[in-house]
């Protein structure tokens, strides 16, 4: 019976046990497989974030849109929008670069990899989401003056 069921990784006897120090190859494996996973998650959310900043580059240069001559002082907003989605650009690298450093360690530096690039990652979702929520309240604040505002120019 205990050999029909060796696939369950506590029933085999070849299994290291974990003694804090070294752990078992199936956990090493889910470790790299979970940082792979992140990396391509980083990887889309920096391409998430450089089409933002073309996009919002393009509707700033942009000669058939719509332009409010009081409130030139809105485009201010997209700054800081830009340097939100920089920084989230920024982790994003250095979440590729842990990824990179796992796969030419020790095994048991993965842990400790894994545990900064997690940090890493968590620190570009922020500045991602917060990029985004500034993008959001200046169209929400361009939408609310271009509806009630009549002086607008095309």
Request: glycine share 6%; charged share 20%.
């Amino acid at each position: 019976m205990k050999k029909l069921l060796s696939f369950i990784p506590f029933l085999r006897d070849d299994m290291q046990q974990d003694t804090g120090t070294e752990t078992a190859p199936a956990q090493e494996i889910s470790r790299i497989e979970a940082l792979k996973t992140v990396n391509e998650e980083s990887n889309r959310i920096i391409s998430w974030a450089l089409l933002i900043i073309g996009g919002s580059i393009l509707a700033i240069l942009q000669k058939d849109y719509l332009k409010l001559n009081e409130y030139k002082w809105l485009y201010f907003v997209y700054i800081l929008g830009w340097i939100a989605l920089c920084i989230s650009i920024y982790w994003g690298q250095r979440v590729t670069r842990s990824y990179l450093a796992s796969m030419f360690v020790i095994p048991s530096l993965v842990e400790g990899i894994s545990e900064e690039t997690n940090k890493r990652f968590k620190r570009q979702l922020t500045w991602f989401m917060g990029g985004v929520a500034i993008f959001a309240v200046w169209m929400i604040t361009f939408l609310t003056i271009w509806i009630f505002n009549g002086k607008i120019i095309t």
